[in-house]
């Protein structure tokens, strides 16, 4: 990562830190490490309003370069930073959402002199809202990638397999095109694999997770996505599987059917691609979020699927999420959203309905905010494909 | 999961807990739930001293029975004890070094009169360090399917594949004999995908995190693991795929070669073997930790690999690690631990030693601690073999 792209992310955060008058904030999580230092680190970035960051680092043992320091422990910043002529913060930025309470608590302890504030992961989620050139860069780059392993998606399928089995082609084709397989969300109570794969009705069984949709899961202590049965003829499949090629996180869910599916499945499938154009249409910067979700809703509602729309039993509440290093950013398209969309904002967009003894049909794909709507990062046709 | 063995896992924690005059629990992180639940849910368990365990949930939408009290935030926890004849508390646990910071402020908010400690992450971690014996059984048929899959790694070897490549194939190895895939590690700032294939120098490359060997990895966003060079003669490789199964992680090791080693790996790997065997030798309930390590060191000292024992210019500083729910549990054979071995305690045993232009050697297993010595939960051929 180039120090100016650096440099620009690093001043987004302190231009929203000025806003609060906080001059200073120590960085320890993986994903805003990756943001303003451009890799994962063992340590800590400070970073302070008027001065250059310094890297304090536990590991690697090999990092070395200008403000950069090696460190064991983060009770020797303080000295550290005076050593270095950079005073100490009087108002302090920690990653309260992130950060575990013992861990934030040991770090606020080493400035004892400052306020120290637990905003820091809600200020940098909203930096990190607005892509640079070269975050949009990348999230195109990731899509073709996502593009071209779904493109391989009815090759590798065979008669007779699981869904699971199938899952398990589908994330080697992806593995293979460049994709890390880590999956990034936010929340600690969130997890998942590198994907989902739903066939059937499974698309309907509700999950713990507050992801699009759920799925039984192959064991108790993961329940989400495939559930290891037989993947039948005339039940649809949505692959939904993270597109992280480079730390970003793209998103992209396409149909496939075992044979025929009945002539309804088709109806609900055009109408979530109605709804896709729509919001195409309509989405530019200063849209309101929860104005594309009630869009959504409503033409839903109208085409009589109300009731399938994003679920079943258990309903997501959004038909659109920020994605980035996370794959829960900021904005979401969902209620009570008032926040408009922004030139260089990356969401998912993904209208889904789940149909009973069919199962899921409906469309995801990434999408940057421009100057005048939105751009398309995963290119590809939207058609239920027939295995 | 079993009532009596959920109510043997909650009364391991309560012990605890009435050591330190808690009287109750709420637990909130999903390997907490997993432990003491079964599975993962969407919510909270509260567990009291002095009455059955109460299960309140936000997702999934569908689950019911007695005890199990649906609700949409937190703050409706107390109203709902009152309504159920169970008393607030007066010392509540919650998992201070697992809940986000603002979190564990909001859990701990709802609760005014209460004392709230934070030392729930460290006493739970404590209660699951000891294995009950259907969690022993957990790890015992894990351990087989691990096995299964390695016995298959050298029929998906081809000639000039990368690290990255032939990784992708053990990892659907795995996956097709069940690996559910998710990883699950102990502190926020670790993190890697299925495991690690580390091949000659790449396996010195220090890493930002507290594994035990380390690797450059594919991009900067997760600076770990195989880096996508090509496999070369005279390199040896080492696969360590974590082997969740079941929820539990296993821990397993091999090494493979391209073609014939230089005779210094064949002999540093038996230096491996032998410290494995002599650990096996002393291990059993009462042993010290530390004294496990130190021996290891010793050995690797005496046979003349010390500056090569465990990595090499960033060396890992244990030789074992307890493996659970996380990959990262107690107890962990490293200096200054105090700890002594108890039956049922579950470890990876991982002495490795990095030659340099060579690459790792070395050997993991998964051992669980009984009333007379050490049981091998991962028994597979432990020869570098050649491919």
Chains 1, 2 share one sequence.
């Not at 609060?20 to 451009?38: R, S």
């Not at 063992?42 to 309003?49: A, I, K, Q, R, V």
């Not at 306020?115 to 892509?131: D, M, N």
């Not at 070269?134 to 009815?154: D, L």
Request: hydrophobic fraction near 40%; charge should be negative.
């Amino acid at each position: 990562m180039l120090q100016p792209e650096l440099k620009l992310r690093r001043d987004k955060i302190r231009s929203l830190m000025a806003l609060q008058g906080i001059d200073a904030a120590l960085i320890a999580c993986n994903v805003n490490l990756i943001y303003t230092f451009g890799r994962v680190v063992g340590g800590y970035l400070y970073l302070p309003l008027h001065a250059p960051a310094q890297l304090f680092v536990k590991r690697p043992c090999n990092l070395a370069g200008e403000h950069i320091h090696s460190i064991r422990k983060p009770e020797e910043l303080p000295a550290l930073l005076k050593e270095n002529d950079i005073s100490l913060p009087t108002k302090l930025m920690l990653e309260g959402d992130e950060l575990p309470y013992r861990e934030y608590c040991r770090l606020a302890a080493c400035f004892p002199e400052a306020e120290v504030v637990p905003c820091g992961t809600a200020l940098i989620r909203q930096a990190r809202s607005v892509k640079t050139n070269v975050e949009i860069e990348m999230f195109r780059r990731s899509g073709m990638a996502h593009v071209k392993a779904y493109q391989q998606i009815p090759s590798v399928y065979r008669t007779g397999m699981t869904d699971r089995q199938f899952s398990i082609e589908i994330e080697r084709l992806m593995r293979l095109e460049g994709c890390l397989g880590i999956f990034r969300v936010f929340g600690q109570s969130m997890e998942i694999f590198m994907g989902s794969l739903l066939a059937g009705d499974n698309a309907a069984v509700p999950s713990p997770y507050d992801f699009a949709l759920g799925g039984k899961g192959l064991d108790p202590s993961l329940p989400g996505g495939a559930s290891g049965d037989f993947l039948q003829p005339g039940q649809s499949i949505m692959v939904d599987m993270g597109g992280n090629f480079n730390g970003y996180m793209g998103d992209m869910s396409r149909v496939f059917s075992v044979g025929k599916l009945p002539e309804k499945a088709y109806v609900a499938h055009q109408v979530c691609l109605d709804i896709q154009e729509a919001i195409v249409q309509q989405a530019k910067p200063g849209t309101v979020c929860e104005d594309l979700y009630n869009m959504a809703v409503g033409m839903a509602e109208k085409a009589g699927f109300a009731d399938y729309f994003m679920g079943v039993k258990q309903k997501a509440k959004f038909v659109g999420h920020g994605i980035g290093l996370e794959i829960n950013e900021m904005p979401v398209l969902a209620p009570r959203m008032k926040q408009e969309l922004e030139p260089g904002m990356v969401f998912a967009l993904e209208p889904k309905i789940v149909l009973p003894e069919i199962g899921p049909v409906g469309i995801e794909n990434s999408w940057v905010v421009t100057t005048e709507g939105l751009e398309k990062l995963t290119p590809a046709p939207e058609d239920i494909v027939e295995l």
